[in-house]
């Protein structure tokens, strides 16, 4: 849907649409500002746009609104939202924590750890009629990307909270009844978090390998030595990259010699487009690294 720029046709879709849009406004905008009630109200208009009526996107619940969570049958009530004078106050208290104007603790808090108490507070405070877990998990990503956790924003935590929906639950749940004690909280985060990355990082090792694997198969045509092999997938990493013949032979440790006779045939093959400025002649990107870019995509 998101590669394709196909519309969102059910509730599930403009979730999934409305949580990468919000990620991408953290990533682009709101990491290099600070936390203020006008970026909450906005952040949770971006996350609800299409799932709530228009009055309760953005705009904080009322009193008279009655927010309880109750469990998966209607039956027992989890948890009552606090009145709405104590949640504008803990917010306020929430971004000066958030924006590191107020402390928490004399000791260091990992920036991790402080991200998931955030998460918390917010999800406890709710604030608005729904989407509040949504809304704390984007304040999450926040935190986490404003202190450059940029990985943050590529492993798939959302996913793997939505599969597990009981025990984030309980999670809410122990911490809040146990005097709001994050000891649970912050352990099913951790939890997540760690299987999140491991994810991430199975799928970038097997990514790697299937386009290692295309890469060989295609310069199998050229008849390429082992440096330029490996040169070409340096380069196509870091294509508008300049190189010229003293980079390659400091990369190699060979002759210069050596050096013009593999570029010059790179050359000769359409990788590399050379050009002379001043004494030194470089080389550039030519038409069939991104020919190569676009059979390994």
Not at 5 to 15: A, V, Y
Not at 50 to 56: A, F
Not at 163 to 176: I, N, T, V, W
Not at 191 to 205: G, P, V
């Amino acid at each position: 849907m998101i590669r394709t720029k196909r519309k969102p046709i059910n509730k599930s879709e403009q979730m999934i649409y409305n949580n990468y849009m919000a990620i991408e406004k953290i990533s682009n905008d709101y990491k290099n500002i600070e936390l203020s009630i006008g970026m909450l109200k906005e952040l949770h208009s971006v996350l609800t746009e299409n799932t709530l009526p228009d009055n309760e996107q953005g705009f904080f619940r009322t009193d008279s609104d009655e927010i309880v969570v109750r469990d998966a049958n209607h039956d027992d009530i989890l948890h009552i939202a606090p009145n709405m004078s104590f949640v504008e106050k803990e917010l306020n208290k929430l971004i000066g924590v958030a924006n590191e104007k107020t402390g928490i603790s004399e000791q260091f808090v990992h920036p991790v750890m402080k991200a998931i108490m955030l998460h918390f507070w917010i999800g406890y405070l709710h604030p608005f009629t729904d989407g509040n877990g949504r809304l704390a998990r984007g304040v999450f990503y926040w935190y986490l990307l404003r202190n450059n956790y940029d990985l943050f924003s590529y492993i798939p935590i959302s996913v793997l909270i939505k599969k597990s929906s009981g025990q984030y639950r309980d999670a809410y749940l122990y911490s809040e009844q146990d005097d709001n004690d994050l000891t649970y909280f912050v352990s099913y985060n951790l939890d997540i978090i760690n299987k999140a990355i491991i994810i991430y990082l199975e799928n970038e090792i097997n990514r790697i390998n299937v386009e290692g694997s295309r890469l060989s198969s295609v310069f199998k045509n050229y008849a390429l030595n082992d440096r330029q092999e490996n040169f070409l997938r340096m380069v196509m990493k870091n294509p508008n990259d300049k190189i010229s013949y003293k980079i390659y032979i400091n990369i190699y440790k060979i002759t210069r010699l050596t050096a013009m006779k593999d570029l010059r045939e790179l050359e000769k093959l359409g990788f590399f487009l050379s050009k002379k400025i001043g004494k030194t002649i470089y080389f550039y990107s030519g038409e069939k690294i991104k020919e190569l870019s676009n059979q390994i995509g």
